[in-house]
């Protein structure tokens, strides 16, 4: 394999695990905060992909976008609302599967609305443009992906670190009742974590589907599970981890399908879970958690 062959699969698999990582993001925000596993996560970022092709339809890129994330937020705080805030105080396992079923009613909805045919994805024109840099030659898309993802995290970072109401995602992430004692309103707090991480779920929607060009119901299934891996592998609750678990996953496929085992590409993260759950369970930046009494 020649240097810039080499340099070109590196370039694919960083520009895939930073879509990875902006949707990883979002279950690791959620279970931050809430200690919950937002399985409707993936399906979240499905259904932005076919906002998209309909916003596309009707306006110019520059204005389907902004209505694409704005949609994507209001799905993703609608979900919370419905079906999420109601089983607040239920045990665990009930919100655990409030979020499956979310899961599978969205993948339905979507084959029942749009069939299970795959549709094209509209083209952006900005992001399919080819640019050479050196010996690397690939869609601007490619070039943004991992550039974006790094402004975006460094931002979020700032917001969790730096404002009052990352001071109270913070606070509700250590101890919840104690934060809601404190006067922390809590449903704002939560809603707006939602917010955010279906924001990033629509942000990396549109840079995984640019390259891929083709919706279907149960595209946003194999992603999710992939990027729910990545935060685990990285420390569920780690922005951070969650940023490398997506590089790394993103490369270790890429490199795979460059050694012509794609077959195996899928299973590379699966494989990658269970040695980094049997080494260190945690993941690579996690907390151990210790149970109140």
């Known amino acids: 394999m020649s240097l810039s062959t080499f340099l070109q699969q590196c370039l694919t698999g960083i520009s895939l695990g ?3 990582a902006l949707i990883a993001i979002g279950y690791t925000l959620v279970y931050g905060i809430l ?3 937002n399985f409707a996560h993936g399906d979240i ?14 306006f110019p890129w520059y204005i389907a976008i902004p209505v694409v994330l704005l949609i994507t937020v209001f799905l993703g705080v609608s979900i919370e609302r419905v079906a999420y805030r109601p089983l607040r105080t239920a045990p665990r396992m009930s919100v655990m599967i409030s ?9 339905n909805l979507a084959t029942y609305l749009f069939t299970a045919l795959p549709k094209g994805y509209p083209e952006i024109p900005f992001l399919k443009k080819i640019f050479k840099i050196g010996g690397l030659s690939a869609s601007f898309v490619t070039f943004l992906t991992p550039v974006l993802t790094l402004i975006i995290v460094y931002a979020l970072i700032i917001l969790i670190n730096k404002t009052k109401i990352g001071m109270a995602m913070r606070a509700v992430s250590k101890d919840y009742d104690t934060a809601s004692l404190m006067g ?12 955010i991480g ?3 779920a629509a942000v990396g929607s549109i840079l995984y589907f640019t390259d891929r060009m083709t919706v279907f119901p149960f595209s946003g299934s194999l992603p999710g599970l992939k990027c729910f891996v990545a935060a685990v592998f990285g420390g569920i609750g780690s922005i951070q981890g969650a940023v490398i678990g997506g590089f790394i996953l993103g490369l270790g496929e ?12 899928d299973a590379f993260t699966f494989v990658l879970l269970i040695i980094i759950l049997l080494i260190k369970p945690t993941g690579l930046f996690g907390e151990k958690t210790t149970d109140k009494v």
């Open 99 to 107: 979020a499956i079923g979310v899961s599978y009613l969205l993948q």
């Open 198 to 200: 279906s924001l990033l």
């Open 45 to 58: 970022f499905m259904m932005a992909g076919y906002f998209m092709i309909f916003a596309m339809a009707t």
């Open 184 to 195: 922390i309103k809590i449903n704002r707090v939560i809603t707006f974590t939602f917010a």
């Open 35 to 37: 200690r919950l596993i």
């Open 18 to 20: 930073g879509a990875y």
């Open 254 to 265: 890429t490199a795979l399908v460059a050694m012509g085992y794609s077959t195996f590409s």
